[in-house]
């Protein structure tokens, strides 16, 4: 309580009569952490009260109150202040018609006295959520998701009855618009407690609820390499993502200044969407051949066609659905560099196109692929091991990649082919100055002189199959 007693609002009128501090802001101050905005309940009619906090803050009210449900905001430079009406005939009766019990409390801002009228400050010492009442994922069943988002970063865990509730429910999901479902999930995806959040909500059957498309990943065994069915091993690829991305800097100091230029702490949150949906195309391209190995061709292409589907329910912005669909579509890349690197058929041109067809997301798929084969089993077999030293390599002459990218421009253009070799302007220009480029980029090609003499010699070589 001692957090309370100094709260001293310069924007509210003196005295502040039936004015409330309830929802986020109070519980964030009862948890020792620093609220973003305030949520105000007032006794009464809000419009004149909204202007009043407006003037004095020097904000402007914005009206975003919808049917039956009034709401103002005042945007100062300060803070965001969130003003709705007291519902019920009582600040007691507003309170139990909240979700959780620590969302549940309102501070008197004259009286300076909390009204905690569900257990919400006991519950906060105890690091518990509970529902407010047996039926608050009735009148709202986005509140599914959302009890699992304030697990995630509060370090919280869902009482029993809380949980059990949830799984009773967990069919309503169906009924809350995408884009609610996920602005909680990329809450939980933004913090460090995912997986384990992930793994709560599929033993409640929530996660499934949200993601029917992984219904068919539990018990869809895999081959002699994978130790777990494809919903395990998209769960444990989470874990692994997560944790590589906590200690990237530590496990691979030399990679820290490339993981920055690409991004890869940005890319977090939907790295780990993708980690749990990498696979979902799996089951339906699950082949056993005549000697009993199995297989799944194509699917990775198959599960980005899923994932785009999901993407679209959910109201990812297009930005978000490229990022997952690039990571789903390219996450087997970089085996079969690996493949290649030990069938002693790797070269150069082979990292170059990789890097140059993933664009900025090449580093975050190596850092994915990374915790896919780190999640097949309970230990990491030798031939993993070589893989995860390979996408070291591999992140390595990315950061090369892109050093060049960045200092070097290209060799030659349309002009050269024309004035130096001849050539007749054609769509064949592009194709070959996109192979000079590539050559650049991985180190073969470094001057103007080199670039026309290798045009040259592929001019010859390709000659013969274009006269054929």
């Given at each position: 309580m001692?957090?309370?007693?100094?709260?001293?609002?310069d924007?509210?009128?003196?005295?502040p009569?039936?004015?409330?501090?309830?929802g986020?802001?109070?519980r964030?101050?009862?948890t020792?952490?620093t609220?973003l905005?305030?949520?105000l309940?007032?006794?009464?009619?809000?419009?004149?009260?909204a202007?009043?906090?407006?003037?004095?803050?020097?904000g402007?009210?914005?009206?975003?109150?919808?049917?039956?449900?009034?709401?103002?905001?005042?945007?100062s430079?300060t803070?965001?202040?969130d003003?709705?009406?007291m519902?019920g005939k009582?600040?007691?009766?507003?309170?139990?018609a909240?979700d959780?019990?620590?969302?549940a409390?309102?501070?008197?801002l004259?009286a300076?006295?909390l009204?905690d009228?569900?257990?919400?400050?006991?519950?906060?010492?105890?690091?518990?959520?509970?529902?407010?009442?047996?039926d608050?994922?009735?009148?709202?069943?986005a509140?599914?998701?959302?009890?699992?988002?304030?697990?995630a970063?509060?370090?919280?865990?869902?009482a029993?009855a809380?949980?059990?509730?949830?799984?009773?429910?967990?069919?309503r999901?169906?009924?809350?618009?995408?884009?609610?479902?996920?602005?909680?999930?990329?809450?939980?995806l933004?913090?460090?407690r995912c997986?384990?959040?992930?793994?709560?909500?599929?033993a409640?059957?929530?996660?499934?609820?949200?993601?029917?498309e992984?219904?068919?990943?539990?018990?869809?065994?895999q081959?002699?390499?994978h130790?777990?069915d494809?919903f395990?091993h998209?769960?444990r690829?989470v874990?692994?993502?997560?944790?590589?991305?906590?200690?990237?800097?530590?496990?691979f100091?030399?990679?820290?200044a490339?993981?920055?230029?690409?991004?890869?702490?940005d890319h977090a949150?939907?790295?780990?969407y993708?980690?749990?949906?990498?696979?979902?195309?799996k089951?339906?391209?699950?082949?056993?051949?005549?000697?009993?190995?199995v297989r799944?061709?194509?699917?990775?292409?198959?599960?980005?066609l899923?994932?785009q589907t999901?993407?679209?329910?959910?109201?990812?912005?297009?930005?978000?659905?490229?990022?997952?669909?690039?990571?789903?579509?390219?996450?087997?890349?970089?085996?079969?560099?690996?493949?290649?690197?030990?069938?002693?058929?790797?070269g150069p041109?082979?990292?170059?196109?990789?890097f140059n067809?993933?664009?900025?997301?090449?580093?975050?798929?190596?850092?994915?692929?990374?915790?896919?084969?780190?999640?097949?089993?309970?230990?990491?077999?030798?031939?993993?091991?070589?893989?995860?030293?390979?996408?070291?390599?591999l992140?390595?002459?990315h950061?090369i990649?892109?050093?060049?990218?960045?200092?070097?421009?290209?060799?030659?253009?349309?002009?050269?082919l024309?004035?130096?070799?001849?050539?007749a302007?054609?769509?064949?220009?592009k194709?070959?100055?996109?192979?000079?480029?590539?050559?650049?980029?991985?180190?073969?090609?470094?001057?103007r002189?080199?670039?026309?003499?290798?045009?040259?010699?592929?001019?010859?070589?390709?000659r013969?199959?274009?006269d054929?």
């Open positions: 001692d957090q309370l007693t100094d709260i001293r609002f924007f509210l009128p003196d005295p009569d039936g004015i409330y501090l309830v986020g802001a109070l964030d101050m009862l020792g952490r609220p905005d305030i949520d309940v007032v006794r009464g009619e809000i419009t004149a009260m202007a009043k906090i407006a003037e004095l803050t020097g402007r009210p914005i009206d975003l109150g919808k049917k039956g449900f009034p709401l103002f905001r005042v945007v430079p803070t965001t202040i003003i709705t009406p519902t009582s600040i007691e009766a507003d309170l139990q909240r959780f019990t620590f969302n409390m309102a501070y008197d004259k300076k006295h009204i009228c569900t257990g919400g400050l006991a519950d906060i010492r105890r690091k518990v959520i509970r529902m407010v009442s047996p608050a994922f009735v009148h709202d069943p509140r599914l998701v959302r009890a699992y988002r304030f697990a970063e509060l370090d919280f865990a869902l029993d809380t949980g059990e509730a949830i799984a009773d429910h967990r069919h999901i169906e009924t809350v618009a995408g884009e609610r479902i996920w602005a909680e999930l990329i809450k939980i933004n913090t460090s997986a384990a959040t992930f793994r709560r909500m599929a409640s059957g929530l996660l499934t609820a949200i993601f029917p992984l219904e068919p990943s539990i018990g869809c065994t081959n002699r390499h130790r777990f494809v395990e998209s769960l690829a874990h692994y993502l997560e944790t590589l991305l906590a200690n990237f800097d530590r496990r100091p030399d990679l820290a490339v993981a920055r230029k690409a991004g890869l702490p949150p939907l790295l780990k993708s980690a749990l949906l990498h696979d979902v195309g089951p339906a391209t699950r082949r056993i051949e005549t000697n009993g190995r799944f061709p194509g699917h990775a292409a198959k599960s980005a899923i994932v999901i993407n679209r329910r959910l109201r990812l912005s297009r930005h978000q659905d490229k990022i997952a669909e690039t990571v789903i579509r390219h996450h087997i890349r970089p085996l079969f560099l690996f493949i290649a690197w030990q069938n002693g058929t790797l041109n082979g990292k170059t196109r990789f067809r993933c664009g900025p997301l090449a580093l975050p798929i190596v850092v994915h692929a990374m915790a896919d084969i780190m999640a097949k089993g309970k230990t990491l077999e030798n031939r993993d091991s070589d893989f995860i030293r390979f996408c070291h390599r992140a390595v002459a950061g990649f892109q050093d060049r990218q960045a200092t070097t421009k290209p060799l030659i253009n349309g002009y050269d024309m004035n130096e070799l001849g050539l302007p054609s769509p064949r220009f194709q070959i100055l996109s192979k000079v480029d590539e050559q650049r980029l991985c180190g073969t090609l470094s001057s002189e080199q670039a026309l003499g290798w045009v040259r010699a592929y001019l010859k070589r390709s013969p199959h274009a054929a």
